[in-house]
């Protein structure tokens, strides 16, 4: 299957710093690749979707001048944390859109568990 | 999407077959059922997808109703590397750029 990473695996930094994560689609190039957050025990939800070459489309919610999204090039998008709080703490997920055999699939990357301080 | 509903945790023995069960009665004509897992701090993996036939492959089976109003996931002969979030979602597939709802999904614990 296709493969996407993600970096850093994981992360700490202070209150009031900004934090960047990037997601890469290693053997595909993705246009779309999307972002979602998971708090403990509870389940993945989605943040927005990343088009390479334009704006990104942010859920309900979602403060899009907090999380920036830039999907520069086809095998990479990064999400950053703007002025991270405590209550940005989370496990942030990427996944990228991959054709096969007549049908899209998303392939996730392993996470990027983010601590703020 | 339709709505998905799942049993929050299931027990099953090493060795056995898990059947892992999700209702989704508002299902219309071209969604698909997909399942995918997530181990614990890692990201979810993609298991299996069907439209109305039965499906397998080397990970599980995919049993579907024929009023395709719920399903059914069977991993044929679990280990305890299986424990795991199983989530069932409904989707429309091939039309792409929609991001996947996750409900809360089963928690399948392995036993040894």
């Known amino acids: 299957g296709a493969v996407v990473s993600q970096h850093p695996s994981w992360v700490i930094c202070k209150s009031g710093t900004s934090v960047k994560i990037e997601c890469r689609s290693l053997?595909?190039?993705?246009?779309?690749m999307f972002w979602y957050r998971q708090f403990p025990k509870q389940s993945l939800m989605l943040m927005a979707t990343s088009n390479e070459g334009s704006k990104a489309t942010y859920e309900q919610g979602v403060e899009k001048d907090k999380f920036l999204i830039n999907h520069a090039s086809l095998t990479l998008s990064t999400l950053t944390v703007t002025s991270a709080h405590p209550e940005d703490s989370s496990f942030y997920i990427c996944?990228?859109?991959?054709?096969?055999?007549?049908?899209?699939?998303?392939?996730f990357g392993p996470g990027t568990r983010l601590t703020v301080l | 999407d339709a709505k998905t509903t799942q049993p929050p945790s299931m027990d099953c023995a090493e060795g056995r077959a898990a059947n892992l069960p999700c209702n989704h009665s508002?299902?219309?004509?071209?969604?698909?059922v997909y399942w995918y897992r997530q181990i614990h701090s890692q990201g979810p993996q993609y298991i299996i997808h069907g439209l109305k036939n039965n499906e397998t492959n080397e990970m599980a089976s995919l049993i579907i109703t024929e009023d395709r109003k719920s399903s059914t996931l069977i991993l044929p002969h679990a280990t305890l590397r299986d424990t795991a979030v199983y989530y069932c979602i409904v989707r429309f597939s091939g039309g792409g750029a929609d991001g996947l709802t996750f409900g809360k999904g089963t928690h399948l614990i392995i036993q040894p």
């Open positions: 996944s990228a859109e991959f054709g096969l055999a007549g049908y899209n699939e998303q392939f």
């Open positions: 508002t299902i219309s004509g071209n969604e698909y």
């Open positions: 053997d595909f190039q993705a246009t779309t």
